[in-house]
């Protein structure tokens, strides 16, 4: 366990110097322990940065909001020793009732080269079943560190899970 409490400002290059306005302990976790965590069955999926994916060697953004999840898919059972199949995923994911959403198509410029991509939100309500909606979280809280879609490298695909 690490502790912030000397610390009264934070320099994060390129910007200007952070003040601290709340010092606490800080303590490891992993995605699973977040997940688990998380009450209620109302979230926020926020796709912050351009995601994309491929479609027959095409990047695009639309229309199919669970492809961004493949490449989630793909790291969480490589990385983590999972064994999730994106058709258990993507069954899963159409369960969710969607009260919201607004997304916009997006160009994200990398060297010259557009790659089209999404960025915005959606509100869903997990399903009533708890082992789809454990699944579901343990995958967006996952995608929250990882990214989602292609090129999270560069910059594409920031994400993030949030309790509504």
């Avoid at 995601?51 to 790291?75: N, Q, W």
């Avoid at 919201?100 to 790659?115: A, E, H, P, Q, V």
Wanted: hydrophobic content about 40%; some cysteine; overall charge positive.
């Amino acid at each position: 366990m690490y502790a912030a409490y000397n610390l009264d400002k934070v320099k994060i290059s390129g910007l200007k110097p952070a003040e601290i306005i709340k010092r606490g302990e800080i303590h490891e976790a992993d995605y699973s322990e977040i997940a688990d965590s998380l009450s209620g069955s109302k979230f926020r999926l926020n796709f912050m940065t351009p995601s994309t994916f491929k479609t027959g060697g095409t990047e695009t953004g639309f229309p199919d909001i669970s492809m961004h999840f493949l490449s989630v898919i793909r790291r969480i059972n490589e990385f983590e020793g999972l064994n999730i199949s994106f058709e258990d995923f993507r069954r899963a994911f159409y369960k969710c009732r969607i009260f919201d959403w607004n997304f916009t198509n997006c160009k994200y410029n990398i060297s010259g080269r557009l790659i089209s991509g999404m960025t915005g939100y959606t509100v869903i309500g997990l399903p009533s079943d708890t082992e789809v909606a454990a699944l579901l979280k343990k995958i967006f809280v996952y995608a929250s560190f990882s990214g989602t879609g292609a090129r999270t490298g560069i910059g594409m695909g920031g994400f993030f899970f949030d309790a509504m």
